[in-house]
């Protein structure tokens, strides 16, 4: 497996520390302390110094109460003078981040682990000074199938020292966590991504992995998380994804430097990087359009016709027309009326009128959205009774058809 994260039990707690494996002969002066400090200590005058402050009151890093987590140490060269003094340049600066990993994720970026290969760079021979990435990369050595760790138990013993900086007197405290090596799985990998890229967002990407037996027990992982990391934070891509092996979705929408593919254990510490920076651009936009001008439009069929009225013979005529109806209205009302003042809602032959009224006046259909070239059929009744008085002649009307909208 590429790499584990050991990540803060309980606020108030602390993350568990890789103690590391460095071979004496190289390691001139590792530093493996964290260290809390009381919210309310005064802080050097130097905050944004080189790795030796504090968190402070107002810096975003801190807290309110209780202790503030101090990032773990790398491995440094320091003098036997740095070691005396409160705020060694061996010291980590202080970010808010409670989560260390193995090996740390600086070097997991380089590729400086023996991830790939089960093996470091071969360090010079004495007395040649040994390079600082191969110190590091031996320092943090993730174990290989060959490793039987401690009288067969392949367990790694993780622990976090921390000490208090109470004048006058303080305290250390620390903590450990364990981690079961399965000698048979492994090495977990990001496969994708691994050519430095330029990649827009929205586009589909294929992100693949070798899974290494992380899938059946004793491992048994199912599941992995798949996000972007960059210089700007973390975008999920997948908070859960079956471990089969290949993941195809769409790139974040999002601009980040220095990005990678991230794939990670659910339930598990392990997890990989994509092998090169990726620079991930936000897909350009460019504005399309057109408008749209407010229309009611209304055209009317061919006139509505009784045909001939039978007198003497109660009887019920139908006639018909269509409404052709356009809108670009949130609503609309189709309505029919008879404004005239001569027997309004009958039909008329000159001064006389039919006895019994027009059916049909009033609402047609409402609409509550736009509607285009809709053709609305309207139908008018009337009805003639067997003692109607008939002149004869044409009865008829002019109606009015409004189409009328109270959101244009």
Not at 298 to 316: D, I, R, Y
């Amino acid at each position: 497996m590429s790499s584990l994260n050991i990540a803060r039990l309980v606020a108030g707690s602390f993350a568990m520390a890789t103690m590391l494996a460095a071979s004496s002969a190289y390691a001139e002066a590792i530093k493996m302390e964290a260290k809390l400090d009381a919210a309310q200590e005064v802080p050097p005058t130097d905050s944004k110094g080189t790795g030796t402050a504090l968190v402070t009151q107002g810096d975003p890093n801190g807290k309110t109460n209780g202790p503030l987590f101090r990032q773990f140490g790398k491995g440094v060269d320091i003098s036997a003078t740095d070691t005396l003094k409160y705020h060694s340049p061996g010291e980590n600066a202080v970010n808010n981040n409670p989560t260390r990993v193995f090996p740390d994720m600086e070097q997991i970026l380089a590729n400086n682990t023996n991830a790939a290969t089960g093996t470091c760079p071969t360090p010079p021979a004495p007395p040649t000074a040994l390079p600082v990435a191969t110190r590091e990369c031996f320092s943090e050595f993730l174990p290989t199938s060959a490793w039987v760790g401690f009288l067969g138990d392949r367990t790694m013993n993780f622990r976090l020292t921390a000490r208090d900086s109470k004048p006058g007197g303080g305290a250390i405290g620390f903590a450990s966590t364990k981690v079961t090596v399965a000698p048979l799985a492994g090495p977990f990998r990001v496969t994708s991504q691994a050519q430095a890229q330029q990649i827009y967002g929205t586009t589909v990407q294929t992100i693949t992995w070798d899974v290494a037996g992380t899938d059946v027990t004793p491992i048994g992982t199912t599941d992995v998380k798949i996000s972007v990391i960059s210089d700007q934070g973390e975008t999920v891509l997948a908070e859960s994804t079956p471990n089969d092996g290949s993941w195809s979705g769409a790139w974040p929408n999002v601009a980040g430097t220095h990005a990678r593919v991230k794939v990670a254990a659910v339930g598990n510490v392990f997890f990989d990087v994509s092998d090169a920076d990726i620079t991930s651009i936000a897909a350009p936009t460019a504005p399309v359009g057109g408008s749209v001008p407010a229309t009611l439009a209304l055209t009317m069929g061919a006139p509505a016709s009784f045909g001939p009225f039978t007198p003497g013979v109660a009887k019920e005529y139908t006639a018909s027309t269509t409404a052709t109806v356009i809108s670009t209205a949130g609503d609309a009302t189709l309505a029919v009326a008879d404004p005239s003042t001569n027997a309004p809602g009958h039909l008329v032959n000159g001064a006389f009128s039919l006895p019994q009224p027009l059916q049909g006046l009033g609402v047609v259909k409402t609409w509550s959205a736009p509607t285009s070239n809709e053709s609305v059929p309207v139908t008018f009744k009337q009805a003639i009774g067997v003692d109607d008085a008939l002149r004869t002649g044409s009865y008829s009307k002019t109606l009015t058809f409004t189409l009328s909208t109270t959101t244009p």
